[in-house]
């Protein structure tokens, strides 16, 4: 029974329940999210629990799923040797904490609670459960991280260092100027002027039987404006460094929302030198991380080659610093030569 819970591997009908329990973690996050939906999403479905489990068909799949993973879990730690160990383990508390909240909002259903939603959100925790198929990818990515320590604390620090900088030049560039009345600082986003119409529809604005139009202009006022031009103001979005600092970061991952944006000419060349900048700050500790990772992928995929032949074999290739190539050497050699006597004995 243990094994057939606990250990997918171990027998066919081991693989069939631990695929049904997969197929309903993904059904039940397919769910979860089509529940969002304008046209599904019900936001009244009763003050009783009939209602909270039934009222509509999505809550109805959820609670078949939630019904199912109670009885899994509740079979696995029935069957456990040692409860505390298992409560323990950080798998089976995610599997606690997924199911848990449905059952509280069934007791205190038709009370208004703070924060009540914040419970449903956790009942997603479950899809931590599917890191059980993949030990191998997890293994393999937390191993990379560790190794990759030092170009990833050389990433943050370089990276904060140029945000900090580029967010105070540029707060100093694009604030504008300051707005007694308001008690805001302001910047100048245009121009406007009148100019003579030459035919309907143009300029834009035209209208048949129109001698001018009152035109915008983003950079300079034309030569062909009949009046003199007026400045476009707005409140800056770098009305401060913390501000201006959402920007630089942006920026410097090439991101760029667009919400905030310099106009300019000297903010917008000091955009292009963040951009720059930001790509080679982040782009050089990010090739360590990758040559790590294809040195922790190789050498995973040795040790499972190794482990089919010798048994017990992979505690020794991470045995020792991962950052010491020389142990990683050494206990190389080591699983070499155990593979080679265990194959001359076999011959």
């Known amino acids: 029974m243990d094994k057939l819970l606990n250990e997918p591997g171990s027998s066919k009908g081991a693989m069939t329940l631990a695929c049904f329990i997969l197929f309903l973690i993904v059904v039940s996050t397919v769910n979860f999210c089509v529940d969002t939906l304008p046209n ?33 879990f509740c ?20 599997d606690l904490v997924a199911i848990v909240p449905f059952y509280v909002e069934l007791i205190i259903a038709g009370v208004e609670v703070p924060g009540l939603s914040v419970l449903r959100v956790m009942r997603l925790a479950r899809v931590f ?5 993949s030990k191998g990818s997890i293994t393999v990515l937390t191993r990379t991280m560790s190794k990759s320590a030092k170009p990833l604390y050389m990433l943050v620090f370089l990276t904060m260092i140029a945000t900090v900088l580029f967010a105070s030049i540029l707060y100093y560039v694009e604030r504008g100027t300051y707005d007694e009345q308001t008690g805001v600082w302001i910047r100048v986003v245009g121009h406007r002027c009148e100019v003579k119409c030459q035919k309907a529809g143009y300029p834009a604005g035209c209208v048949p039987g129109a001698d001018k139009v009152e035109v915008q202009w983003a950079d300079h006022c034309p030569k062909g ?41 000297l903010g917008k060349f000091l955009g292009m030198v963040t951009v720059m900048t930001g790509i080679l700050v ?66």
């Open 282 to 347: 982040i782009a050089l500790p990010i090739t360590v991380v990758g040559s790590n990772f294809n040195s922790v992928y190789s050498r995973e995929g040795e040790a499972l080659d190794i482990t089919r032949e010798l048994p017990g074999a992979e505690t020794l290739v991470w045995q020792g610093s991962s950052d010491s190539s020389d142990g990683e050497e050494k206990m190389q050699k080591r699983l070499r030569k155990r593979t080679v006597r265990r194959r001359r004995g076999a011959l």
């Open 40 to 72: 599904v999403y019900k936001a009244d479905l009763g003050n009783d629990a009939m209602s909270q489990m039934f009222g509509q068909p999505t809550a109805t799949v959820e609670t078949i799923c939630i019904a199912c993973f109670t009885i899994e």
């Open 129 to 133: 459960r599917l890191f059980k198929v």
């Open 75 to 94: 079979l696995r730690l029935g069957i456990a040797k040692k409860r505390i160990q298992f409560m323990r383990d950080t798998l089976n508390l995610i």
């Open 225 to 265: 404006c009949l009046n003199e031009c007026t400045d476009i103001f707005e409140q800056s979005p770098f009305e401060s460094i913390p501000q201006s600092a959402w920007w630089s970061l942006v920026t410097m991952t090439t991101l760029g929302y667009g919400d905030m944006f310099p106009v300019s000419v």
